[in-house]
């Protein structure tokens, strides 16, 4: 909207009332997916086989939807207590997925002379959620191969004195695993409260978990979204109590609603299916990217996550990510005009016909590259 030009008297309240900064942006877009093999998300394809499905049909008649949910999500907690090896005298906070919690933490500490900071690229909502709270966003960029900036990273901190740093590990969009000591170098330097991000958890065989015991200001985060679970919406953020009481005053009381209370807990009751699942990815994972690997042409970033970073020829990603689309697999196009990102594209690790299916699109769009 600019100048007078209002079309309706609605549009003339927003342009008075919504902050310049929110009128500016672009709402969150989930592109149309119908008929496509759907590869963009990190989402896990598999479903639980029909007899668990069945028992946990059962379970969710037993549920009173006319009460409100326990508040605090007591048992659950307890069971991801347990289950996630949160050290026994830190305490744990659910969310409605790790998202409400970037949200709820960072709203807990907002002002608007403070800053939040992150490498760049990170997950996208760490910036978007900042805004959100009216603070303001610092990034570092990562070293070409996605490593973190050590150098440039302590610098940051040391100038910008940011209240929170959010660390994804491993990143997404590349799927580098950081370096143990560069992290440990940044939360050992960092003013304010470090997030170590461990939604990928499950596929990179690496946690900062025991490392609550050494320093009172990390916090992590973890989700059962790419487990398998990313309907539920259910995250998990783990620290010291005395951050967690004060944090928990900024969450709303029923954040977590019965029927994501019921199934979770449900759902790791039969950890052992999660497990096989992440276990197939991870084997998946390595079979797909040896097979891109081997296609000339594109680059192929290692990954600790169940999705692959790769890069198209020289001026080819957009117009590869396409052909990919017009082939009926949708992946994610990061294209971006910096030297990190240009031609960048992920791909999640699906079942084996859906890698099957993207490996035939991909090899077909490169020879159409080529070709043109
Ligand atoms: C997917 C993702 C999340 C979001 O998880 P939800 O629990 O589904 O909100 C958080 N952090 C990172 C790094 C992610 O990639």
């Known amino acids: 909207m600019k100048g007078a030009a209002w079309h309706t008297p609605a549009e003339a309240a927003v342009a008075r009332w919504i902050r310049p900064e929110i009128q500016a942006l672009e709402a969150y877009h989930v592109p149309e997916s119908t008929d496509l093999i759907k590869l963009d998300a990190m989402e896990n394809p598999y479903a639980w086989p029909p007899d668990v499905v069945e028992e946990w049909l059962a379970v969710l008649r037993r549920v009173s939807l006319n009460r409100y949910p326990d508040p605090s999500a007591k048992r659950l907690r307890e069971r991801l207590h347990r289950l996630f090896e949160v050290p026994e005298d830190k305490a744990v906070m659910l969310g409605n997925g790790s998202d409400e919690l970037i949200q709820i933490l960072t709203m807990a500490v907002s002002r608007p002379e403070r800053t ?55 990143n997404n969009p590349s799927g580098r695993l950081f370096d143990a000591g560069d992290l440990r170098a940044v939360i050992e330097a960092a003013p304010g409260l470090v997030v170590v991000d461990e939604a990928y958890h499950s596929f990179a065989g690496a946690t900062f978990m025991p490392q609550l015991r050494d320093y009172p200001h990390l916090l992590v985060l973890r989700t059962l979204s790419k487990m398998g679970l990313a309907g539920l919406r259910l995250g998990i953020l783990a620290g010291d109590r005395a951050w967690l009481d004060q944090v928990n005053k900024v969450r709303l009381p029923y954040n977590v609603n019965v029927l994501a209370q019921v199934s979770a807990d449900f759902a790791l009751g039969h ?29 192929v970033y290692p990954s600790r996550a169940n999705f692959i970073l790769f890069r198209a020829p020289p001026g080819q990603g957009p117009a590869l990510f396409e052909q990919i689309r017009a082939a009926g697999v949708l992946i994610k196009n990061l294209h971006r005009d910096d030297a990190l990102l240009r031609d960048c594209l992920r791909v999640t690790v699906g079942t084996p016909e859906e890698n099957q299916a993207f490996l035939e699109a991909l090899r077909a769009g490169l020879a159409t590259c080529a070709g043109g």
């Open 116 to 170: 939040v900071l992150a490498p760049d690229p990170a997950f996208s909502m760490y910036r978007m959620i900042t805004l959100f709270s009216g603070m303001h966003y610092v990034t570092v960029p990562l070293r070409d191969d996605f490593g973190l900036d050590r150098e440039a990273m302590l610098r940051a901190l040391a100038e910008h004195e940011p209240a929170i740093v959010f660390i994804d590990y491993p």
């Open 271 to 299: 950890q052992a299916i999660l497990e096989a699942q992440a276990a197939a990815i991870r084997r998946d994972r390595a079979h797909l990217q040896e097979a891109m690997a081997a296609l000339p042409g594109i680059t």
